[in-house]
């Protein structure tokens, strides 16, 4: 057994309902870990201090829950540089370019792409994230497709099948034999080494009907549902997620009010990525309307090469104050235990008794930099439970 000691920790935010509070933020405080797990939070001068073989003092430092990240595109090759500068002068986005992506992907070795992968991951760890998902959906072919989900395997046990992100320019006059291919031969060689299934439910992309007989075949597989949908425009990809129970429905940046209030009634996460409206100067989804109707919300990076290059959870905290319309303390539960939820785990996100010892140590006093002070890389130490 090994026991580690956090203490002089000036805030501690556990989400712990035994502690006061919604967020049960705890001051001058310490946490007792024991295995990778949190056994203990409360009072520094209380703290079972015999009990340790290990103490940090963090010298009155804020400590929060590791960021959970639930939507990420990590597996790639290339970037889209001159695409962002085009758009930021005036050319609207579209799904499109994803295809750009596909090919530099298709063209690169294992090595090549993991090197990529294990960059992208420092960064995450970096800034706070410990628990993150990757997607597939830069392959296309069945061979990329199971290659990628093995690479993102190798970093993380959240893997998401997206062979339904786009069709491929092979298959642009016959969509429906790609969808034939994704629910046949690509999900046979991709759903072992996938823990979710995932469509792109949007005009350019995949219609309803289709992305419903992709994700109900993932279903069959075993696989749990995600659903990216209402990026570009009003459409039934918020309905087709509820219907399906998916754990999430990403983006959800028009949203009508059924889809609101379907939302509010079911178990589906509205994952939001404001680090697309960011990139791509869409209008940024309403935090505040889904919150306020009782919806459970994530916030998520969408790392990825096109629409949201960024890899900082504190970036896209600031965004959602600043822009969503939320609180820093909520903003800080939807990057936390909203991931958590995104992502069915009861382990990650909170610092309650049984939890990894996954958290954050911010050089700041208290969670509330995140978004007072943003682009400051106030993360200054991040603590992975290897349980």
């Known amino acids: 057994m090994s026991a580690l000691l956090v203490t002089g920790i000036g805030e501690l935010v556990t989400f712990d309902p035994a502690h006061p509070g919604p967020d049960g933020v705890l001051h001058d405080a310490a946490l ?41 595109h990590l597996v790639f090759a290339g970037d889209r540089a001159e695409e962002f500068e085009a758009r930021m002068a005036g050319r609207p986005y579209t799904a499109g370019g994803i295809r750009s992506t596909v090919a530099a992907t298709r063209a690169a070795t294992d090595e090549e792409l993991r090197r990529g992968l294990a960059r992208f991951v420092s960064e995450l760890h970096a800034q706070g994230t410990t628990t993150f998902e990757v997607k597939s959906g830069y392959g296309l072919t069945v061979q990329d497709e199971a290659r990628l989900l093995r690479l993102a395997r190798e970093v993380t046990a959240e893997t998401t099948f997206l062979g339904a992100h786009v069709v491929p320019p092979e298959f642009a006059h016959d969509p429906e034999a790609y969808v034939d291919l994704v629910v046949g031969p690509m999900l046979d060689e991709c759903a072992p080494h996938a823990r979710w299934i995932d469509v792109f ?18 279903a069959a597989r075993g696989l749990g549902v995600r659903v990216h949908a209402s990026q570009l ?77 960024t890899s900082s959870m504190p ?15 909520e903003a800080l539960r939807a990057a936390t235990l909203g991931g958590a939820a995104a992502l069915r ?15 954050v140590v911010l050089d700041a006093p208290s969670h509330l930099h995140l978004a007072y002070r943003p682009g400051v890389p106030l993360v200054a130490r991040t603590l992975r439970s290897p349980a």
């Open 201 to 218: 439910c949007e005009t350019g992309a995949f219609s309803v009907e289709q992305s419903r007989r992709i994700l109900t075949a993932g």
């Open 32 to 72: 007792l870990a024991v295995d990778g797990r949190v056994v203990w939070t409360g009072p520094a001068a209380a703290a079972p201090n015999e009990d340790a073989d290990e103490v940090l003092d963090v010298d009155g430092a804020a400590v929060i829950p590791g960021f959970v990240d639930a939507h990420t």
């Open 315 to 329: 970036f896209c905290i600031a965004l959602a104050v600043r822009e969503l319309g939320l609180t820093p303390a």
């Open 233 to 309: 425009g009003r459409g039934e990809g918020v309905a087709l997620a509820v219907e399906l129970d998916a754990a999430s429905v990403d983006h959800c940046t028009y949203l009508t009010d059924d889809d609101i209030e379907r939302l509010a009634a079911s178990n589906t996460v509205a994952g939001l990525l404001p680090g697309v409206e960011f990139s791509t100067r869409h209008p940024y989804p309403s935090g505040r309307r889904l919150l306020d109707a009782g919806a459970t919300i994530a916030l998520a990076s969408d790392c990825n090469p096109g629409s949201s290059f």
């Open 345 to 359: 785990r009861d382990d990650v996100g909170h610092l309650r008794p049984g939890a990894r010892a996954d958290l």
